[in-house]
């Protein structure tokens, strides 16, 4: 991470507030996010699904101020929510994110876990609808099928309308349900150099982030994320 954070000449980073504090973040997301503060964007996943990458996003703002990411998981099979993998042309992939936030005196200031609020709004492939129930806000999907298949001609997708100011600290995310953690493991990121090279910052000892999502991994495709930091 030191090293890294010595490559950058300062050019970087986003000025939310002209005379607010540096803040660092540290992302690794399955397989893209973009984030934004205050609705101000700061930055976004600069590499497509080539190969899982970590980012670092640098921005000035006053505390408190309110995270919001748009995470979406790569798909090969356009709208299909699928990829070609594992012998089959229609696999589900997983997603994941996880992130650590410090401030200029290098204090981790927050991390990702279940108090963050996690909404989806592209859910597939599904090979029959009535496996999928909304239960107030929760939109779940766990029921579903996640096998792989070489015929996706009779899949289907669900997708919810995104509200046009998700990104903004006026938001109410209140009704959202809160993200649902995911262990290392469950991931699969144990053998990944973007990850391992950085588990001093993610897996801090004393403030381990966590991988979060919505309630399905596998088969939400794009997930709304926010958190306020006080």
């Not at 600069?46 to 408190?64: E, L």
């Not at 992130?99 to 859910?123: C, H, L, M, P, R």
Request: with cysteine; charged share 25%.
């Amino acid at each position: 991470a030191d090293e890294a954070l010595a490559a950058l000449d300062g050019s970087d980073i986003v000025e939310v507030d002209a005379d607010g504090e540096l803040i660092t973040a540290f992302v690794f997301a399955d397989n893209y996010f973009e984030m934004y503060i205050n609705g101000i964007p700061v930055g976004k996943d600069n590499v497509p699904f080539t190969q899982f990458n970590s980012n670092i996003v640098r921005f000035k703002v006053q505390k408190p101020f309110t995270i919001a990411m748009k995470l979406v998981d790569w798909e090969e099979n356009s709208g299909l929510g699928s990829e070609a993998n594992r012998g089959q042309a229609f696999h589900p992939g997983d997603g994941g994110m996880v992130a650590v936030f410090k401030d200029a005196e290098g204090e981790i200031i927050a991390t990702t876990n279940s108090e963050w609020k996690a909404q989806t709004f592209y859910t597939a492939p599904l090979r029959d609808l009535s496996c999928a129930t909304e239960e107030g806000t929760l939109r779940l999907s766990t029921s579903c099928s996640t096998e792989d298949s070489n015929d996706g001609t009779s899949y289907y997708a669900l997708h919810w309308k995104t509200p046009l100011n998700w990104q903004s600290t006026e938001f109410d995310d209140t009704q959202w349900p809160s993200a649902t953690e995911y262990t290392n493991k469950t991931i699969g990121v144990d053998n990944k150099p973007a990850y391992t090279n950085f588990i001093d910052i993610f897996d801090n000892s004393k403030a381990d982030a966590k991988f979060i999502w919505s309630t399905n991994v596998i088969l939400d495709n794009e997930v709304l994320v926010r958190y306020t930091v006080n």
